[in-house]
């Protein structure tokens, strides 16, 4: 079983012992999300702690997103426990890389693939070798956005 899926489990027991609701909700959601993950597809198969990683990086985004949709329909206090949650998944999520941290890598896959001269042809070339430097550390669509920056679209 990966480690941060019984840090996952250490940690719901931990909160729910200390009556924290806000982290035990998030947590059990968390682990459900993970036993779904778990089970799609042919056949049920044990995540590693990468694949665990990505279900993390995917729960944060709902949230964020959700926060977001409550905040615009005026709904502050629904989007204030979606920012709480999402800070809880935070806490297992490993260290987001910086806006300047992100230019460098994607400088250099632009400079490793020579993708400066052909525009948002070469996008897909640069994605492709950044995305797995950044994968969980940083959001997608800010990465997507500085690649074509550096493009020049």
């Known amino acids: 079983m990966p480690a941060l899926k019984d840090r996952l489990r250490a940690d719901l027991t931990t909160a729910i012992k200390a009556r924290d609701e806000v982290r035990s909700s998030t947590l059990r959601m968390v682990l459900s999300a993970l036993t779904n993950a778990e089970v799609a597809g042919k056949q ?3 995540l590693t702690d990468d ?3 990505g279900v993390l990086t995917s729960e944060a985004k709902k949230r964020r997103e959700a926060a977001t949709a409550f905040a615009d329909g005026g709904r502050d206090e629904m989007a204030a426990k979606e920012r709480a949650e999402a800070e809880v998944i935070a806490d297992y999520l490993p260290e987001q890389l910086s806006d300047a941290e992100v230019a460098d890598i994607v400088s250099a896959a632009v400079a490793q693939t020579g993708a400066a001269g052909e525009g948002m042809r070469a996008m897909g ?3 492709g070798l950044v995305q797995p430097q ?10 997507a956005a500085e690649v074509r920056r550096q493009l020049g679209a």
């Open 51 to 53: 694949d665990v990683v």
């Open 134 to 143: 950044v994968k969980g550390r940083a959001d997608g669509g800010a990465v």
């Open 125 to 127: 070339k640069v994605m």
């Open 44 to 46: 049920a198969r044990e």
